[in-house]
């Protein structure tokens, strides 16, 4: 009669969790002491996890399958090539595929090996796959909804750019701000086992065009707007981007050896007129946007403008860098050994060059 060593074999499997994800499911990334299996990139990483530390190490779940459990059912869900809960077959291959593995008794069975492994890499190349799909779905819609917008001029949007004390430039508005007359506001949107059964509300908004370091629309901003007042639509959250933004910004004023870099529309914006519009100053649309901004190659120099909020305090009670200043940091890091010299001009505690102007403004 076999010796009952379940449990000593899911304590060593836990043990070498590592090792086994990287024999059985190679190309997993680690973020926040967790192992994630499909990963499609840094802003989505996927529902495969498995935890890494802490009294639930070595336990999985996928909430897209609605599976999890500890370290043997994860090896026999890997070695099954993740069609779903793993049969009584398939947790006998599993534990005598970790008997082989620990060097318990037997030998691994390399080809099993080898099949999770292909399964694991066809896995993730069909996610990236599907990804880059919907991506360029998303762009193209993207530049649909570009394509559909009339210049600000005259309109609600420039409106709303008045009412937050942002001037016409002497040469006009940038062609990178649009009008749209009316664009469904998704987050009202309801969905229903995948399907959607309500729309959101068809609202106007100011658009704002998000290209790429080619050129490229591959975004949108979009501000709705309330028709009524000119200002922000009553609703949630009336900033909303689509299409993937990543690395784009909104280019206002143009394309220059020097640039400068601000996180929102309007400060961005803002930063322009107290510039007197002597260069272009891009909108990146966030902290994110902001370190994750990839420069052209016509740009040599790079100038930002974060936003001045407050600081953070930390899990350990220290008081950690304000966000707006930390992103401005790790950009002008990121770009220092590619040549692109950064000044980084901080705004007063608290506050954005949107209000720095608007004092100004107010005090001329």
Excluded at 259 to 271: D, F, K, W
Aim: net charge neutral.
């Amino acid at each position: 009669m076999r010796e009952d060593d379940s449990d000593h074999i899911a304590g060593e499997l836990t043990k070498r969790i590592e090792q086994v994800l990287d024999t059985y499911a190679p190309g997993w990334i680690e973020h926040r002491g967790k192992a994630y299996l499909t990963s499609k990139g840094p802003k989505n990483l996927g529902s495969f996890q498995v935890n890494l530390q802490g009294q639930h190490r070595g336990q999985f779940y996928r909430f897209s399958q609605q599976i999890g459990g500890g370290p043997v059912k994860l090896l026999a869900y890997l070695l099954n090539g993740t069609v779903g809960e793993p049969s009584r077959e398939d947790f006998r291959r599993a534990f005598e595929e970790a008997r082989a593995f620990l060097g318990i008794r037997g030998q691994v069975d390399h080809q099993a090996a080898a099949r999770a492994r292909r399964l694991s890499e066809e896995r993730r190349a069909e996610a990236v796959r599907k990804e880059e799909q919907r991506r360029a779905r998303r762009a193209d819609t993207a530049g649909e909804m570009w394509a559909q917008c009339v210049p600000i001029a005259g309109t609600l949007a420039e409106r709303y750019l008045h009412g937050r004390g942002i001037p016409t430039p002497p040469m006009g508005w940038p062609d990178v701000l649009g009008f749209h007359a009316g664009l469904e506001y998704e987050l009202e949107a309801q969905w229903q086992d995948g399907r959607k059964v309500r729309d959101g509300r068809v609202l106007p908004c100011l658009v704002a065009r998000v290209q790429d370091m080619a050129g490229d629309t591959i975004a949108v901003w979009r501000i709705f707007l309330n028709p009524e007042t000119a200002g922000k639509a009553p609703v949630e959250n009336p900033k909303v981007g689509f299409g993937p933004a990543r690395g784009g910004a909104v280019r206002i004023g143009g394309l220059a050896e020097m640039i400068g870099g601000g996180e929102g529309l309007e400060t961005a914006l803002a930063a322009w007129s107290l510039e007197g519009y002597r260069h272009p100053v891009w909108a990146m649309l966030s902290t994110s946007g902001m370190m994750t901004f990839e420069p052209p190659i016509e740009v040599q120099r790079l100038r930002l403008y974060p936003d001045g909020d407050l600081p953070r305090r930390l899990d350990d009670g220290s008081i950690g860098t304000a966000p707006g200043i930390a992103a401005a940091w790790k950009l002008r890091d990121r770009l220092a050994p590619a040549g692109i010299p950064t000044v980084i001009n901080p705004p007063p505690f608290n506050s954005d060059f949107l209000d720095v102007w608007n004092a100004v403004r107010g005090a001329a």
